[in-house]
């Protein structure tokens, strides 16, 4: 069963948010899938990944560049196939409330959530609820004033 990790975004938006998180998978050596909700979401991620600031650099690719096996940091708005991810990512980012069918594929799954929608928010809680039942270990993270705190588990 993988981790999840619910990460609720109230200080800073996504875009400035999931490189941070992103850079820390890369440091400890590992690679990342991020599932997006959406291609418009998944384009905008992709250019903003090349221009943030912090961490400078965050190579990735795209199924539109391909290559998978040769990036870091995977970046689609396609469900893993049963092999897992087309990168060999073991940690898994969920945005726009992105579900994923076979999280066993992965060690650690982060679902990040924008806490200023409350849809968003109510969402999340489904999700929780789901992740719960399947029998996943779950950690709630909020942002706070020195960064990430967790504030739970379930």
Not at 102 to 109: G, K, L, P, S, V
Request: with cysteine; charged share 20%; hydrophobic share 45%.
């Amino acid at each position: 069963m993988a981790d999840y990790g619910f990460y609720h975004l109230t200080r800073t938006p996504l875009d400035q948010a999931l490189p941070k998180l992103l850079g820390r998978v890369l440091a400890g050596g590992g690679r990342a899938m991020v599932l997006c909700g959406g291609q418009e979401r998944l384009d905008a991620l992709d250019a903003a990944l090349w221009t943030c600031a912090d961490p400078d650099w965050l190579p990735h690719g795209t199924p539109r560049t391909g290559h998978a096996e040769l990036q870091p940091i995977w970046l689609t708005a396609e469900d893993a196939p049963a092999s897992g991810a087309p990168n060999g990512a073991r940690f898994l980012f969920l945005l726009d409330g992105a579900a994923i069918a076979r999280a066993d594929a992965f060690d650690r799954i982060l679902d990040l959530f924008d806490g200023g929608d409350e849809a968003a928010v109510a969402a999340a809680r489904l999700r929780w609820r789901a992740a719960k039942a399947a029998g996943h270990a779950l950690t709630y993270w909020q942002q706070g004033p020195r960064g990430w705190e967790r504030k739970g588990g379930g």
